[in-house]
């Protein structure tokens, strides 16, 4: 078919040396996939031209693989075979060459007289007005799949309540088409991204063929990256969440105690009554932090870090009152 086998492994999505089993699951695959009746009419010829390619492909592959097996078995055992006019195969001189014409006729004959029909050729008979029609799709796709528009890439931003709790999110686009007389115009489109509890930033949603169109080119994908607004009271570190609270310097001597609302709105109280409060305190919430995508139910942990905070100045009084009552107590 003149085209290199690792353009129709790639076509199937298949590494090299792969079985017959494995080509055929893989065709089966891609053809239910893009059967041309199972597309709408916007996608048809895209369908179409896949269709056959995968088609081609899967020929060409199941051929050489073929080709190979009745190679082998034609030649399996024929050293020192004799044939017709008493010369041996395999044998040294003049006969041993016409021995091996003989030989390879007579393979080659019986390659091409056993070499079986496969479904690709049959949805060849139905999908293509001739081989030229088939070489023609299958030159428009292999060059296609090598040229593909740059992405159209956008930011998600999400706020760390939507990315805690997640959301639904209505995203709108302008995009280049392509006309059915070969311009380019500028298209709003709207998608829907469902944004999972415990979403970070950095993770991409692709919609694949929804970027830009270029004549000749398969349709781009559009990218959408999640982006985390700044909170006010958490930051955000892996899948823990970091609460920082001022302690003015009395309270961390003498007790102290404060409220605040998770990121669920839950409403939480934290007492320091029998303990002093170091400067760089944490405490530990487990559980209380970010969901984990990978492991259901499983939560980060929540730190709330305490910073004390001292007086600027002191009066003298003040200061003396102090030594007076922190005398012996270091």
Same mark, same amino acid.
């Given at each position: 078919?003149?085209?290199?086998?690792?353009?129709?492994?790639?076509?199937?999505?298949?590494?090299?040396?792969?079985?017959?089993? #494995?080509?055929?699951?893989?065709?089966?695959?891609?053809?239910?996939?893009?059967?041309?009746?199972?597309?709408?009419?916007?996608?048809?010829?895209?369908?179409?031209?896949?269709?056959?390619?995968?088609? #081609?492909?899967?020929?060409?592959? =199941?051929?050489?693989?073929?080709?190979?097996?009745?190679?082998?078995?034609?030649?399996?055992?024929?050293?020192?075979?004799?044939?017709?006019?008493?010369?041996?195969?395999?044998? !040294?001189?003049?006969?041993?060459?016409?021995?091996?014409?003989?030989?390879?006729?007579?393979?080659?004959?019986?390659?091409?007289?056993?070499?079986?029909?496969?479904?690709?050729?049959?949805?060849?008979?139905?999908?293509?007005?001739?081989?030229?029609?088939?070489?023609?799709?299958?030159?428009?796709?292999?060059?296609?799949?090598?040229?593909?528009?740059?992405?159209?890439?956008?930011?998600?931003?999400?706020?760390?309540?939507?990315?805690?709790?997640?959301?639904?999110?209505?995203?709108?686009?302008?995009?280049?088409?392509?006309?059915?007389?070969?311009?380019?115009?500028?298209? #709003?489109?709207?998608?829907?991204?469902?944004?999972?509890? !415990?979403?970070k930033k950095g993770k991409q949603v692709v919609f694949e063929?929804?970027?830009?169109?270029?004549?000749?080119?398969?349709?781009?994908?559009?990218?959408?990256?999640?982006?985390?607004?700044?909170?006010?009271?958490?930051?955000?570190?892996?899948?823990?969440?970091?609460?920082?609270?001022?302690?003015?310097?009395?309270?961390?001597?003498?007790?102290?105690?404060?409220?605040?609302?998770?990121?669920?709105?839950?409403?939480?109280?934290?007492?320091?009554?029998?303990?002093?409060?170091?400067?760089?305190?944490?405490?530990?919430i487990r559980g209380e932090g970010m969901p984990i995508p990978?492991?259901?139910?499983?939560?980060?942990?929540?730190?709330?870090?305490?910073?004390?905070?001292?007086?600027?100045?002191?009066?003298?009084?003040?200061?003396?009152?102090?030594?007076?009552? =922190?005398?012996?107590?270091?």
């Amino acid at each position: 078919m003149g085209n290199p086998p690792e353009l129709y492994h790639k076509i199937l999505n298949l590494p090299k040396d792969t079985s017959p089993q #494995e080509i055929r699951a893989a065709y089966r695959s891609l053809v239910k996939k893009w059967h041309p009746d199972k597309h709408p009419p916007s996608s048809k010829p895209e369908a179409e031209a896949r269709f056959k390619a995968i088609s #081609e492909a899967y020929e060409a592959l =199941l051929d050489q693989q073929e080709n190979r097996a009745v190679f082998g078995l034609c030649n399996d055992g024929r050293a020192g075979e004799r044939v017709a006019g008493g010369a041996f195969v395999g044998g !040294g001189g003049l006969g041993a060459g016409v021995g091996a014409r003989m030989e390879r006729t007579r393979s080659d004959d019986f390659c091409t007289r056993s070499a079986p029909g496969t479904p690709a050729r049959e949805f060849k008979k139905v999908y293509s007005s001739g081989n030229s029609g088939g070489r023609r799709a299958f030159a428009e796709f292999s060059s296609s799949i090598m040229r593909k528009a740059p992405p159209l890439e956008r930011k998600l931003e999400c706020t760390l309540e939507e990315l805690c709790r997640g959301c639904k999110k209505e995203v709108k686009f302008t995009r280049d088409v392509v006309t059915k007389n070969g311009s380019i115009v500028k298209k #709003e489109v709207s998608q829907t991204v469902m944004v999972k509890p !415990g979403w970070k930033k950095g993770k991409q949603v692709v919609f694949e063929g929804m970027g830009d169109e270029r004549p000749g080119c398969l349709p781009a994908d559009a990218i959408f990256t999640v982006s985390e607004k700044k909170h006010p009271t958490f930051k955000r570190v892996g899948n823990d969440l970091v609460l920082k609270a001022e302690v003015p310097l009395v309270s961390a001597l003498t007790g102290w105690s404060f409220t605040f609302r998770l990121l669920s709105g839950k409403k939480v109280s934290l007492a320091f009554q029998d303990e002093i409060i170091c400067p760089g305190h944490e405490r530990v919430i487990r559980g209380e932090g970010m969901p984990i995508p990978e492991q259901k139910g499983a939560r980060g942990d929540l730190r709330v870090k305490l910073e004390v905070v001292f007086p600027k100045e002191l009066t003298d009084e003040q200061r003396a009152g102090l030594a007076e009552i =922190l005398k012996g107590s270091c």
